[in-house]
């Protein structure tokens, strides 16, 4: 299985290949990326005014490269869009692209690709983005009053991306990465919140569980499954043979990608 869950494994190392392999794959060009200016000060403070522990992955993401890149588009397993499945997950988070790559088609997943909104990070100011999606979802918690819910029953949450264009994915802080089981959709950090959504307790949203407490919609085991998809792109052959298996063309990876 794959070494990223290793007790040795390499956060800048695995950060850093991200990066490269959107290069390597013809998704962005070297020249998008410049050094990060964020600082550990930076990410103190925002920690100290937002209340909040990032995980390390996150700012080690932070601390690496600063960019313009607000789109990637990746390849999503089309009905995990809908159902959690334990077995894709297990796919996401442990396997090398080459154990994905020698799967048989029943084994595989049937991929789709699924825009996802990026927070450039610019040099100057470069959470700024950041701290507007942390402010954005205080309001829309703010905004369910009905639902007896307010801004700080949201405080756990770290907005990295907007997904589909229709809303945020967090990260939620108050799941320790120990505690993270794939047959157990409930422990998984990464969630979404659809902006459309106006009660988040009711039924067919259930952002609230049963102790009302706010979880969202669960997407991702954490945010290194999120990186493998968008940035390493784990589907990318499979997709590739399910267009051969339509007769379609093989994609322009460079257009995966857009820039504010």
Not at 17 to 35: N, S
Not at 166 to 185: F, H, M, N, V, W
Not at 186 to 193: A, E, G, I, K
Request: proline share 4%; with cysteine.
């Amino acid at each position: 299985m794959g070494s990223d869950l290793e007790k040795d494994f390499d956060e800048k190392a695995f950060v850093k290949g991200a990066y490269q392999a959107l290069i390597d794959r013809g998704v962005i060009t070297e020249d998008m990326l410049t050094p990060s200016t964020v600082t550990d000060e930076m990410l103190d403070a925002f920690e100290q005014e937002y209340d909040v522990k990032m995980p390390s992955l996150l700012r080690v993401y932070l601390q690496t490269y600063c960019h313009n890149i607000d789109r990637l588009v990746a390849l999503v397993p089309d009905d995990y869009l809908i159902d959690q499945d334990e077995d894709v997950m297990r796919q996401i988070r442990f396997m090398s692209i080459d154990e994905i790559n020698e799967l048989s088609e029943d084994e595989l997943p049937y991929v789709d690709l699924v825009e996802c909104d990026m927070f450039p990070m610019p040099q100057e100011d470069p959470l700024r983005v950041f701290r507007r999606a942390m402010e954005g979802l205080y309001a829309a918690a703010d905004c369910m009053e009905e639902d007896g819910l307010s801004a700080d029953d949201v405080k756990q949450f770290i907005p990295f991306a907007d997904w589909m264009s229709a809303g945020p994915l967090c990260i939620d802080t108050s799941i320790r990465e120990e505690d993270i089981a794939c047959e157990d959709g409930d422990t998984w950090q990464v969630c979404w919140f659809d902006h459309e959504e106006f009660h988040w307790r009711e039924q067919g949203v259930e952002y609230v569980n049963d102790e009302g407490i706010v979880v969202g919609d669960k997407k991702l085991a954490d945010f290194k499954c999120f990186l493998r998809l968008y940035f390493y792109g784990i589907y990318d052959k499979n997709y590739e043979m399910q267009l051969e298996e339509d007769g379609e063309e093989m994609p322009d990876k460079s257009e995966w990608c857009g820039v504010r």
